[in-house]
């Protein structure tokens, strides 16, 4: 019962960081307008701007996690979240927006590597897939929220108000998890398992490196990215493309509810992949190549001159291309030892905020500023990206899956 209290509080954290993420996105076109930015500018403030200090600050972040109290590291990186987002609504300047959302990501660094630690005490093996997958599934309800609910207000009020509203449910969610989550004991390292890592815990540095030596890991986080540049890309311009393509704003704040669906998409990804590993663990990986073969959806959508069929063939394209959220962690720590749990998981953040989240959106921007001209410049740049990415990631995955067996320390 205590478990899957925690696990629902968590999950509920993980909404509220993913709308406090996305806002920005979801208000891009009123953003943009307040202070004068081009397409690359809101690709960094989306991006880079929060993706560097997210990545830079996960490794070690991961690695407090396998040594400090999990709880307090989690309600510590809500209440800085979410002052950050309230700081934003008050936000004069594009310099202040870019602060707080740096300090953003330092805060939301905090969360994922102490509850995936958390949840692996609970939690069997066996189990892993389908219980990470619920709680990555707040990913998508949060993004969901952020369209629904930001986009609702910032067309009823102004981009301000909304940046403030969303912030104060995360003060409520941090006073409950201080007094109803309680820190779960640790187990101690198995040596046989260290011995064939050949990963000694010392300095993180030195251990990220000693795990990149294991190329299953390499080809792992190397295909995740591709598929997060893909999704992140597009939260990034979706607001802009239903805006400046379509003369469509309204669609943005309805394309949220696409995004309760591949919340669903990702818990039954989870529970495949769970399935498919009772036979050969390396079939979880099918489902990462499942989601890069949505990549035929976002060119037809993209492709359309028709609002409609962009709309729809969009979502569609999400709700398959953004179901391994879940997966790709389990996977992970088929290759690590039990006292690296929440460093893997901070070293995954690290890898796919840096090459998804902080080069996607801005190198989209660049393409669309000055490679691609006319009319089509948004979809033909998108397209591009996606292409190359989802391409790229099932290439990856295909070497990762065969490759799985001789890299698993479990």
């Known amino acids: 019962m205590r478990s899957r209290l925690s696990l629902i509080l968590f999950f509920l954290a993980y909404i509220l960081s993913f709308v406090d993420r996305q806002i920005v996105a979801v208000l891009g076109v009123q953003i943009r307008d307040a202070f004068s930015l081009d397409n690359v500018q809101i690709g960094l403030l989306y991006g880079s701007a929060f993706s560097v200090m997210y990545a830079l600050a996960g490794i070690p972040m991961g690695w407090l996690a396998d040594r400090i109290s999990r709880k307090w590291m989690i309600v510590t990186g809500i209440l800085g979240w979410s002052l950050m987002t309230m700081w934003s609504g008050w936000a004069t300047s594009i310099s202040m927006l870019i602060t707080a959302r740096m300090l953003l990501g330092v805060s939301q660094a905090m969360l994922s590597p102490a509850v995936y630690s958390f949840l692996a005490v609970h939690y069997s093996a066996s189990q892993r897939a389908t219980i990470f997958s619920i709680y990555a ?189 879940g997966v790709a962690t389990a996977i992970l720590h088929d290759y690590i030892a039990d006292d690296q749990r929440g460093f893997i998981t901070g070293l995954y953040l690290f890898v796919v905020s840096i090459a998804g989240f902080g080069l996607g959106p801005p190198l989209a921007g660049f393409l669309m500023d000055t490679v691609f001209e006319g009319p089509q410049a948004v979809q033909n740049s998108l397209i591009a990206l996606i292409t190359v990415c989802n391409l790229l990631a099932m290439v990856f995955f295909f070497i990762a899956e065969k490759r799985h067996e001789s890299d698993a320390v479990r």
Not at 205 to 225: E, P, Q, V, W, Y
Request: proline share 4%.
């Open 137 to 325: 599934s707040g990913i998508f309800i949060g993004v969901g929220l952020s369209f629904l609910a930001g986009g609702t207000i910032a067309q009823l009020y102004d981009w301000q108000t909304a940046m403030i509203a969303v912030a104060w449910p995360g003060f409520i969610v941090a006073a409950l998890i201080v007094f109803l989550v309680h820190e779960p004991a640790r187990t101690l390292p198995n040596s046989s398992i260290i011995v064939k890592m050949d990963v000694s815990y010392g300095p993180w540095l030195s251990s990220a490196k000693r795990m990149f030596r294991n190329r299953s890991i390499f080809l792992h986080m190397t295909g995740f990215s591709l598929l997060a540049c893909t999704g992140y890309t597009l939260l990034a311009f979706i607001s802009i493309l239903f805006q400046d393509v379509y003369q469509r704003s309204d669609l943005t704040p309805s394309f949220g509810w696409f995004f309760f669906g591949v919340a669903l998409m990702v818990i039954l990804s989870g529970k495949l992949a769970d399935l498919l590993a009772r036979h050969k663990p390396s079939r979880r990986y099918w489902m990462g190549i499942v989601s890069a073969a949505a990549l035929p959806l976002y060119v037809i959508a993209l492709k359309s001159s028709d609002a409609g069929t962009a709309f729809w063939f969009l979502g569609l394209g999400v709700l398959i291309g953004s179901s391994y959220n």
